[in-house]
T-cell receptor, first 107, second 111 residues
Framework: GIQVEQSPPDLILQEGANSTLRCNFS?????LQWFHQNPWGQLINLFY?????KQNGRLSATTVATERYSLLYISSSQTTDSGVYFC?????????WGAGTKLIIKP | DVKVTQSSRYLVKRTGEKVFLECVQD?????MFWYRQDPGLGLRLIYF???????EKGDIPEGYSVSREKKERFSLILESASTNQTSMYLC??????????FGPGTRLLVL
């Protein structure tokens, strides 16, 4: 089956820093989604991005489907950005999830 | 905004009890999903449903069953709870193959 790998597994940054999170996947996919899970466990969808680039405020994402990777950019990090970031790819009605990147933003 | 609600945020049950976790979505989504999330293992799909009364096994269906009698409601049932089912349970819904929207999760402790 499709494998999804995220890097880095952990990231600690100072408030105001920029970061890039990576998601590699092993086969062609119909779509890719990025999620943020806050410290209370709530999962929020950030981007639905099978290809191309999207931006939403300080966050942006780029998926290069032909090379089987996606990047999530966070600029000017805030403490509220802390949590775990997951990417997930679609395979036959199911999402295949990466293990996540745990991000800690220090004030 | 899409709203997905789960019946409990925290639940404590005893081994052998029958446990019902309910999920309700208000956006008329066809698809609904139940996941469990454990430290170091990420999210794992237990069951999903793409229509009323339809269900498909996910990666880890053993020890669980589901029910979808109405489009907006998807129930996860632990027939006889065991300690290894202590976990965070997350429900999600989506329109076709689109974005999945998640509920707040239920933290289940089985003693």
């Amino acid at each position: 089956g499709i494998q999804v790998e995220q890097s880095p597994p952990d990231l600690i940054l100072q408030e105001g820093a920029n970061s890039t999170l990576r998601c590699n996947f092993s086969d062609s996919v119909n779509n890719l989604q990025w999620f943020h899970q806050n410290p209370w466990g709530q999962l929020i969808n950030l981007f639905y991005i099978p290809s191309g680039t999207k931006q939403n405020g300080r966050l942006s994402a780029t998926t290069v489907a032909t090379e089987r990777y996606s990047l999530l950019y966070i600029s000017s990090s805030q403490t509220t950005d802390s949590g775990v970031y997951f990417c997930a790819v679609d395979s036959n009605y199911q999402l295949i999830w990466g293990a996540g990147t745990k991000l800690i933003i220090k004030p | 905004d899409v709203k997905v609600t789960q019946s409990s945020r925290y639940l404590v049950k005893r081994t052998g009890e029958k446990v019902f976790l309910e999920c309700v979505q208000d956006m008329d989504h066809e698809n609904m999903f139940w996941y469990r999330q454990d430290p170091g293992l990420g999210l794992r799909l237990i069951y999903f449903s793409y229509d009323v009364k339809m269900k498909e096994k996910g990666d880890i269906p053993e020890g669980y069953s589901v029910s979808r009698e109405k489009k907006e409601r998807f129930s996860l049932i632990l027939e006889s709870a065991s300690t290894n089912q202590t976990s965070m349970y997350l429900c999600a819904s989506s329109f076709r193959l689109g974005t999945q929207y998640f509920g707040p999760g239920t933290r289940l402790l089985v003693l």
